[in-house]
């Protein structure tokens, strides 16, 4: 089994600031994916970035990057230039190969105007 | 394209019914997941589907199934609602099944049992 830690349970960040959520996993699987899902308030899960295992480089979109440390177990999340759209529920999450997700239990971002 | 889409939104049902959730997934996706959201326990998977075939199930009472159906529309069915089944009940779509396939939810049904 795996299982994703968030020790954040909430974090707010000034706009047009830069916030960094944490998330550690632990796995015994060779291969798989790490995720952030972002749940606003319409509660659909948007996802935000993800990272292949097997990739050293830290996979960016835009405003959001990852710093992945594959020894470490450790899977964080940078918003940078935070916006007010940006306030939500994120949470990290792990895929194996059985293809469930294992999720974290969220970290609660308010951005402050 | 039209995106994920569950019915219903909300139920209200009492303790003792069974309740039938929807799922259609994005047209030409073949997989669906299905997990359960709850202040406590978090996000937890139920089962997938995948041409109509359960791949993998959760860690959930026998009371809890789902089928798919061969236009991969997916329901999941409780049965004898308990007040802990009280949650939000998301579904998945992806084009195919395996880890490196993005998975597209859906708004949730937000069941309440009372």
């Known amino acids: 089994a795996q299982t994703v830690t968030q020790s954040q349970p909430e974090m707010s960040v000034q706009e047009a600031e830069t916030v960094t959520l944490s998330c550690t996993y632990d796995?015994?699987?060779?291969?798989?994916?790490l995720f952030w899902y972002k749940q606003p308030p319409s509660r659909q899960m948007i996802l935000v970035i993800r990272?292949?295992?097997?990739?050293?480089q830290n996979a960016t979109e835009n405003r959001f990057s990852v710093n992945f440390q594959k020894a470490a177990k450790s899977f964080s999340l940078k918003i940078s230039d935070s916006q007010l759209g940006d306030a939500a529920m994120y949470f990290c999450?792990?895929?194996?190969?059985?293809?469930?997700?294992?999720f974290g239990t969220g970290t609660s971002l308010t951005v402050i105007p | 394209k039209a995106g994920v889409t569950q019915t219903p939104r909300y139920l209200i049902k009492t303790r003792g019914q069974q309740v039938t959730l929807s799922c259609s997934p994005i047209?030409?996706?073949?997989?669906v997941s299905w997990y359960q959201q709850t202040p406590g326990q978090g996000l937890q998977f139920l089962f997938e589907?995948?041409?109509?075939?359960?791949?993998n199930k959760g860690n959930f009472p026998g009371r809890f199934s789902g089928r798919q159906f061969s236009n991969s529309r997916s329901e999941m069915n409780v049965s004898t609602l308990e007040l802990g089944d009280s949650a939000l009940y998301l579904c998945?779509?992806?084009?195919?099944?395996?880890?490196?396939?993005?998975?597209?939810f859906g708004q949730g049904t937000r069941l309440t049992v009372v």
């Open positions: 999450a792990s895929r194996n190969t059985g293809n469930q997700f294992y």
């Open positions: 589907y995948f041409s109509e075939t359960q791949r």
């Open positions: 796995t015994s699987e060779s291969d798989y994916y």
């Open positions: 047209s030409g996706h073949r997989s």
């Open positions: 998945a779509s992806s084009l195919r099944t395996g880890l490196n396939t993005e998975a597209f």
């Open positions: 990272q292949e295992a097997y990739k050293q």
